[in-house]
């Protein structure tokens, strides 16, 4: 009977491996043939106003700019809404090649506030991250489990509001700390 055990965990394992492999190949499926308004038909996710860019930069990183901050935690409909417009500028990016693809990453959150701004700082714990990685998950990363995608966050003041999501391979983050030291290094100030 001891046999058993140890052979019913495993199998249970592997059913949930097996499930969460299923349920990332069809996330994968639907972000590259679904247009935003088929996954949220509720959301209107393109604005001329409102345009993210992607490109791979000469270092080789993968940036995502959306030229607007993250919204708080407690903003969901716009965070919703921001994650379509990520989805459909990555959509149109790769319409006709494969998306490159992370088995471990660094997801850099950059937020940049307007110098000309008075408002405060918000806390990092209080961004809304979690429906833009959904997106990015879903269309660059094999899996976003802490054990192969680690996040870093940092904010500084520059012209624009303004978020850049960098998406750097282990062996880039140090690279790019070490080239980007405006966006971290020194202490905000309200």
Known sequence: MKNFIPRKDQLLMEAVRASETTAIQLRQFAAAFLSPEQTCPDIICVDAQIAASVEIT???YLSLHLPVMLPKRSDEDRARYLA????????QKYADQLLPKFGSCVLVYEHIYNLSSSRRF????NMELKHCQDVLEAAFLINDTSALCSAFQ?????????????ILTPEQFPEWLSTHTDCWKSAPKN
């Open 58 to 60: 000469q270092e080789g």
């Open 84 to 91: 379509g417009v990520l989805r459909e500028a990555i959509r």
């Open 122 to 125: 918000i806390g990092h714990d």
């Open 154 to 166: 940092c904010s500084h003041k520059d012209e624009m509001d303004s978020t850049c999501i960098w």
